[in-house]
């Protein structure tokens, strides 16, 4: 049954009005309007408050494919945005913390023991951060999973600019790369300490 049906038939069976109904939601009249009349679709915590609001199953609107598509799609999102600001978080603070040691070994003079030892932190963090930086971009663009036509340049998840798309075959090799070049560096500055 679609989801336009379902909603005009349970209101019509509480005996509310559209604005009854959407007072009571503390929804726009003409939102529900445009539901009921099938010209768009509620996201998903507004179906959800709908269907305990009317007390129908979500099960009841399995057969509308177009409205399936949607919820899946809202959901993606909300998952996305879950991720994005996990993430984002999480690479902000290593960041912060690579940049810190990083002034504060220029900064101040350690003896050789304590850089060396501080070195090898930075070495470590930095390593975790294109780590999850990898993971962040893979989650992100899972679209591209299998796709042997995938760009390897992708707007990037936040922010403005452009990523590497870790679907790409290059895209794994530069990864790679840019591991090997920060080992490299910072073995270098162990090494002539």
């Known amino acids: ?7 005009v038939s349970e209101r019509k069976k509480a005996e509310k009005t559209q604005q009854n109904v959407a007072d009571d939601l503390f929804l726009t009249r003409q939102s529900l309007s445009n539901w009921e009349n099938g010209k768009n679709f509620p996201d998903i915590p507004t179906l959800i408050e709908l269907s305990n609001y009317y007390g129908f199953s979500l099960d009841t609107i399995k057969g509308d ?6 919820v899946k799609k809202d959901y993606e999102l909300i998952n996305l945005k879950k991720a994005n600001k996990k ?3 999480t690479l ?8 810190l040691m990083a002034i504060s070994m220029s900064i ?11 070195t090898i932190i930075l070495l470590i963090l930095s390593s975790i951060l294109i780590l999850l930086s990898y993971n962040f971009l893979k989650f992100v663009y ?3 999973k299998g796709d042997k036509n995938a760009p390897l340049w992708v707007p990037k998840a936040f922010g ?3 990523s590497i798309n870790p679907y790409h075959k290059s895209g794994k090799y530069i990864l790679i790369v840019l591991i090997i070049i920060i080992f490299a560096l910072f073995g270098w500055t162990i090494y002539s300490m």
């Open 87 to 89: 993430y984002s978080l």
């Open 160 to 162: 403005y600019g452009m």
């Open 142 to 144: 899972k679209d591209y």
């Open 1 to 7: 049954m679609k989801l336009s049906e379902v909603l």
């Open 108 to 118: 101040f003079r350690f003896s050789a023991p304590v850089t060396k030892f501080l």
């Open 65 to 70: 494919e177009y409205l399936m598509k949607q």
């Open 92 to 99: 902000t603070i290593l960041l912060v913390i690579i940049m």
